[in-house]
């Protein structure tokens, strides 16, 4: 699952996933992590990301945000309105061509 995050003012996030991921921000370079369960996030205006095997589910207390998922790499990202009015549109299409080369999941440590 492939699920992009638009949000147009600074709100919190309600993210519920059952594994443990990244939430990755376009122009940021530190992921924040999400762990399985409910993950309340507060963020600013700005377009994210969040690469899953499962379905996450994203809710707000405001109507700010636009929320797209597609369900393999295959599919086009969404060209929302929000981002459409915000984000350089080849700045938009790197930020998501590079989750469909990379895994973002949260990886759990290996014994040797």
């Known amino acids: 699952m492939y699920t992009a995050i638009f949000t147009d003012e600074s709100t919190t996030l309600l993210?519920?996933?059952?594994?443990?991921?990244?939430?990755?921000?376009?122009?940021?370079?530190?992921?924040?992590?999400?762990?399985?369960?409910?993950?309340?996030?507060?963020?600013?205006a700005g377009v994210f990301?969040?690469?899953?095997?499962?379905?996450?589910?994203?809710?707000?207390?405001?109507?700010?945000?636009?929320?797209?998922?597609?369900?393999?790499?295959n599919g086009d990202w969404p060209d929302p309105k929000r981002a459409q009015q915000h984000v350089n549109r080849a700045a938009l299409g790197k930020f998501f061509a590079d989750a469909k080369g990379f895994d973002v999941r949260a990886s759990t440590s290996k014994s040797s």
């Open 49 to 73: 990301k969040i690469v899953s095997e499962l379905d996450v589910t994203i809710t707000t207390h405001t109507n700010n945000i636009e929320v797209s998922t597609i369900k393999d790499k």
């Open 15 to 44: 993210i519920e996933t059952a594994e443990d991921l990244y939430l990755l921000q376009m122009g940021e370079e530190a992921p924040i992590p999400l762990h399985s369960g409910t993950n309340r996030i507060d963020v600013g």
